[in-house]
């Protein structure tokens, strides 16, 4: 018994390996077949000692003159769904709605599982305010080695004033309206997220 516990030991390491190697390889399927959406963010660049070193996205984006906020916010954990509308080389938002199909009506031509948050920003000099919305769809950091995050910490602190090049994820929403992170576009430099 106790002479093939290093196989059983062996077999058991094998099997991880194989599953851990399964997700990794359904994942970057995943994101290659899903929808390729570009979404205004703003960010952070927090660190942490436990999870590496990461951009926490922030979502954020205003709302054009007249679009007013939904009537209420969710959190994504409520199971809502989003409407998304390209504009101008990325996706804005158009509506949020309990179900799939309450939100085909607001027109968008991506929909994506998620929540969204109403706020009041500032906009230019006077200080006039403008309504925005933050979209929860999953999407929250952007890992990589420490030199990248170093230099992504530096663009971002160089992003003050309204002429700030601006920042975006790249996300694939796939058939089944999950969302996820594909890389992010800071001072008009694409960074993918890599597996190998």
């Not at 058991?12 to 899903?34: D, K, P």
């Not at 230019?124 to 769809?137: F, H, K, Q, S």
Request: a positive charge; charged letters at 25%; aromatic letters at 6%.
């Amino acid at each position: 018994m106790i002479r093939r516990l290093p196989l059983r030991i062996l077999g058991a390491g094998l099997l991880l390996v194989a599953v851990l190697v399964g997700l990794v390889i359904f994942e970057s399927r995943a994101r290659t077949a899903g929808r390729e959406v570009v979404l205004a963010m703003e960010a952070v660049d927090p660190r942490s000692l436990l999870t590496g070193h990461y951009v926490s996205l922030r979502l954020t984006q205003g709302l054009p003159t007249g679009q007013r906020c939904p009537p209420r916010t969710q959190p994504i954990s409520e199971g809502g769904w989003l409407a998304l509308r390209a504009t101008g080389g990325q996706h804005r938002f158009v509506g949020a709605a309990p179900t799939r199909e309450a939100a085909k009506a607001f027109g968008g031509d991506v929909l994506v599982k998620g929540g969204v948050y109403c706020s009041r920003m500032a906009i230019g000099d006077a200080g006039a305010n403008a309504e925005a919305v933050t979209l929860d769809i999953g999407v929250d950091r952007f890992h990589a080695a420490q030199a990248e995050a170093e230099a992504m910490e530096k663009v971002l602190q160089r992003r003050v004033g309204d002429d700030a090049a601006p920042a975006f994820a790249v996300v694939s929403v796939g058939d089944d309206g999950r969302a996820r992170l594909k890389g992010v576009i800071l001072d008009g430099k694409r960074t993918d997220l890599s597996w190998w």
